[in-house]
């Protein structure tokens, strides 16, 4: 392995620290990516989660910042991060890949006193790793000059663009001296984010690993049928994580912030071992739930999607998308918190009728068809239709294939499984129960049955 890693042109200090973290082999990004980083060229990486894209650029950094000196509040190299656990993973790994340098690395993130990092700044920084506007916030206090970064970093840039931090990323490269390193990585490239690499580096070379938008072959993906209603959406989320008996921990994502509360309150109620992670959390609660979840104190994580881009957390052997997720592009970036560095893995979402277009998008972005858990569901599209079909005795009803079934919500569902006839039409439980429009998903919901047990005046 440090032969590998010497024919890189990394220092032996790095390549000692490497071979210290027991790594073998460097991986794609890294084999190309890093010499042209030694070389000081701009650079797009563009990779999967988990491929060690982060090593791709900390360790090429150190070999470069062992000769010079940073001065006070001039930082000779920045690497900006979405998040606060992206930032103090990065920060995680100067610290062990670093340790044979003398290197001042600071951190600057939320939720973390300004005078505790204005003591860092003070020393001199030769690494600093910020998210966008903490960063900003020291730069108008006058804490920070940035005409000494020699390189710049813009990590996990496609989830910057989601979260709107391009208008700051703009405003800080105004900031920076115009001759600088630019180091461009991502998980995905879109036509956005190409015309961001044109206006911030200059001739990059392009790296690229993998192809656009597709998940790791080491995850195993599956789709769980759910009724709408929350608690059977937990109760089927209880019995597949029972059902796993190969399930070492788990995370599990959902769509909103108050249904990671919600889920945590049912699973910690059912005796589970769970935390919570998301946005709204004190930056040290998050830390330590992290650091509980890492080290095995915790089993199943709950999270949003702050949790989803690029936390390297070792051995998650399942993920669970409790919500499909809005963005197709987040469910690559979910599933990928599994399966990581040639680990195998498991991925199950739960799908509702509402999640129709959400799931036929995220199979056209990934290009698979993903399968059913147990094999015996056909298509989600069977069961968009939220209303049973109405028994009529003059007109027939109207073939589900041309209803639409993309509605998101139960209005939309209503609107267009109006028959087109000005009589009254009486719904049929049982009738409801043989045609249901959920076909071979069983009986129609509870739910479904209640609203239907009064005759329904439809108008035209």
Known sequence: MSENFSKLGLSAKVVQAVNAAGYTEPTEIQEQAIPHVLQKSDVIGIAQTGTGKTASFVLPMLTLLEKGRARARMPRTLILEPTRELAAQVHENFEKYGINHK?????????????????????????????????????????????????????????????????????????????????????????EISKLTSRFLKNPQKVETAKKNLTAQTIEQRLLKAGSKPAEKRSILRDQ?????????????????????????????????????????????????????????????????????????????????????????????????????????????????????????????IVKKIEWANNKEKNIAETSDNIPKAKQAKKPTPKHNNQKNEASDHKKHEASNKPKHKKAAVINNNAASKSSPFGNFGPTPAFLLQSAAKPVKIEK
Do not use: W
């Open 103 to 191: 290197l001042n690395v600071a951190l600057l993130i939320g939720g973390v006193s300004f005078g505790d990092q204005n003591k860092i700044l003070d020393k001199g920084a030769d690494v600093l790793i910020a998210t966008p506007g903490r960063l900003l916030d020291h730069f108008e206090r006058g804490k920070l000059l940035m005409n000494g970064v020699e390189i710049l970093v813009i990590d996990e840039a496609d989830r910057m663009l989601d979260m709107g931090f391009i208008p700051d990323i703009e405003r800080i490269c105004s900031l920076l001296p115009p001759r600088r390193q630019t180091l461009f990585f991502s998980a995905t490239m879109s036509n």
């Open 241 to 365: 994580i029972n059902s796993e008996a190969d399930l070492n921990n788990a995370i599990i994502f959902c769509n909103r912030k108050r249904d990671v509360a919600t889920l945590l309150r049912s699973m910690t109620r059912h005796k589970f071992n769970a935390g919570a992670l998301h946005g709204d959390m004190d930056q040290k609660s998050r830390m330590d739930t992290l650091a509980k979840f890492k080290n095995g104190d915790l089993k199943i994580l709950i999270a949003s999607d702050v949790a989803a881009r690029g936390l390297d957390i070792p051995n998650v052997s399942h993920v669970f998308n409790y919500d499909i997720p809005i963005h197709a592009e987040d469910y690559v970036h979910r599933i990928g918190r599994t399966g990581r560095a040639g680990r195998s893995g498991k991925a199950f979402s739960l799908v509702t009728p509402a999640d129709t277009k959400y799931l036929e998008a995220i199979e056209t972005l």
